[in-house]
T-cell receptor, first 112, second 110 residues
Framework: NAGVTQTPKFQVLKTGQSMTLQCAQD?????MYWYRQDPGMGLRLIYY???????DKGEVPNGYNVSRLNKREFSLRLESAAPSQTSVYFCASSESGFYGYTFGSGTRLTVV | GDSVTQMEGPVTLSEEAFLTINCTYT??????LFWYVQYPGEGLQLLLK?????DKGSNKGFEATYRKETTSFHLEKGSVQVSDSAVYFC?????????FGKGTRLHILP
């Protein structure tokens, strides 16, 4: 099915470990986004990429890095995981924010 | 800065009741406005949108009207079903990025 695919769906890390969350879309969208969802906080933008080769910080970028590998793929890396990064992470893509986003099904990350 | 405020939940209704979830926004210019729905264990799905003042978005029996004078985009449904139980997010766009409200959890009792 066309859409946004995220891997893995679940992950448990120990404090200080690193990992990369993968995201790929097959809708030929220019823009891609990473959000985190925490109880009572809604969704907060971590990083976004308006086009291949460009990335920009969102509202909560500290502790994260991103790579826009090509037009399809946008990865999120945690270099040294902390318990405060326990969250559900969503990737999204769009042709333009004007029309709305398509979301992946999320990655539930627990840092112990 | 731009922001979206929606009513806090949870909201609990009986099946076939009328639903309203309030949403107001602050923005410079005229953003597009959205309602997203999140079912348990899933990502967000676009429910409806409106791109200019007085537009009405509608889908699956849900409606919302873009009211510039009151900066509001309230979600309504005339007769809710148990299957409508989910978390609903109001959102607006700014510079190609979407800003989300904190979400309203809706429980529908049979």
């Amino acid at each position: 099915n066309a859409g946004v695919t995220q891997t893995p769906k679940f992950q448990v890390l120990k404090t200080g470990q690193s990992m990369t969350l993968q995201c790929a879309q097959d809708m030929n969208h220019n823009s891609m986004y990473w959000y985190r969802q925490d109880p009572g906080m809604g969704l907060r933008l971590i990083y976004y990429s308006a086009s291949e080769g460009t990335t920009d910080k969102g509202e909560v970028p500290n502790g994260y890095n991103v790579s826009r590998l090509n037009k399809r793929e946008f990865s999120l890396r945690l270099e040294s995981a902390a318990p405060s990064q326990t969250s559900v992470y969503f990737c999204a893509s769009s042709e333009s924010g004007f029309y709305g986003y398509t979301f992946g099904s999320g990655t539930r990350l627990t840092v112990v | 800065g731009d922001s979206v405020t929606q009513m806090e939940g949870p909201v609990t209704l009986s099946e076939e009741a009328f639903l309203t979830i309030n949403c107001t926004y602050t923005a410079t210019g005229y953003p597009s406005l959205f309602w997203y729905v999140q079912y348990p264990g899933e990502g967000l799905q676009l429910l409806l949108k409106a791109t200019k003042a007085d537009d009405k978005g509608s889908n699956k029996g849900f409606e919302a009207t873009y009211r510039k004078e009151t900066t509001s985009f309230h979600l309504e449904k005339g007769s809710v079903q148990v299957s409508d139980s989910a978390v609903y997010f109001c959102a607006s766009n700014r510079d190609d990025k979407i800003i989300f409200g904190k979400g309203t959890r809706l429980h529908i009792l049979p």
